[in-house]
């Protein structure tokens, strides 16, 4: 089923009022990979005071407009990927709908995304919804990680460190020929990828609430602190879009332009 339309202001670049969300998306395309890596976008939404988790998942922070906005992002990249945590918080469905699907298709790339999930040493529950679909899943564990049966149709992949590293992984997904990889958090994990400065772009819903909570943020503090030496990671803005109160940015990171 399509969904919407669902109306824009587009307000960065080139301003122009009252688009349909799919058509200010149209010539969307993922960064580029660098140094021979996938590259790597994180897309989240959050509250005006910043927190990512409104009583225990995500639910309920966007609106459904941001709901296909998230989709049209999965269906540009060729992997999606989440944390096990965020699996067993809240369920992880990486399907891009039929409609996107079919696009997909047209450009000769499988319906969906690539599912990649990563866990570290907990087993995550394989009749979870997770592994229920018919496109490709990877499944990476930590070194003790005790899950060896995964269901058909996943790979397993064990990592050699406790928690995966995040460029393992990426060296990982390379050799499997993905050449993008949209994270989708949790807050932990996107952490991870921050700490070894592996972000290109930042996708961030601003939902129009204040919730005043001390739940997680976009992306958790880094044990160890800030991997900048004192130097923050300067942000190119690409694009603003604003649907009703919500705000829908695009940032980028480390490369010109
Ligand atoms: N607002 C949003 O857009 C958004 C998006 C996604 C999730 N969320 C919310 O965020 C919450 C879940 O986030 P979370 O931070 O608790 O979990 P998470 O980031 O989804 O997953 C953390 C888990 O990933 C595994 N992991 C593997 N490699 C890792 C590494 N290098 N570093 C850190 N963890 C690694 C570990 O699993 P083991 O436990 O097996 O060691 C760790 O416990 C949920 O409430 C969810 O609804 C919000």
Redesign the pocket.
């Known amino acids: 089923m399509i969904e919407g339309p669902h109306r824009v202001d587009r307000l960065w670049p080139d301003p122009t009022l009252e688009i349909a969300l799919d058509d200010a998306m149209a010539a969307f395309q993922p960064p580029a990979a660098p140094d021979g890596r996938p590259a790597v976008a994180i897309?989240?939404?959050?509250s005006i005071d910043g927190r990512?988790?409104l009583e225990?998942?995500?639910?309920g922070?966007?609106s459904r407009a941001d709901r296909r906005l998230m989709r049209l992002y999965r269906a540009a990249f060729d992997a999606v990927g989440?944390?096990?945590?965020?699996?067993?918080?809240?369920g992880i469905w990486l399907r891009v709908g039929d409609d996107l699907a079919t696009r997909r298709t047209a450009r000769g790339v499988s319906p969906n995304p690539v599912g990649v999930l990563?866990?570290?040493?907990?087993?995550?529950a394989t009749d979870a919804r997770w592994f229920g679909g018919d496109e490709r899943r990877i499944l990476?564990?930590?070194a003790r990680?005790p899950m060896t049966d995964v269901p058909t149709g996943t790979e397993l992949l064990r990592?050699p460190d406790?928690?995966?590293?995040?460029r393992w992984v990426l060296e990982c997904l390379s050799e499997r020929g993905i050449g993008s990889l949209l994270l989708?958090?949790?807050?932990?994990?996107?952490?991870?990828f921050l700490a070894a400065d592996l972000i290109d772009e930042v996708y961030w819903?601003i939902g129009a609430h204040l919730l005043g909570t001390d739940?997680?943020q976009?992306i958790?503090p880094i044990e160890g602190g800030s991997p900048f030496d004192g130097e923050p990671r300067r942000g190119h803005l690409v694009s603003v879009l604003r649907h009703e109160d919500e705000l829908f940015l695009r940032y980028r990171f480390g490369v010109a332009g």
Do not use: F, K, W
């Open positions: 897309n989240m939404v959050t990512a988790q225990g998942t995500a639910e922070l966007g989440s944390g096990a945590g965020t699996l067993r918080a809240s990563i866990a570290g040493a907990q087993p995550v990476v564990v930590g990680n990592s406790e928690l995966p590293d995040p989708e958090g949790g807050p932990h994990l996107n952490a991870s819903t739940a997680l976009m958790a």
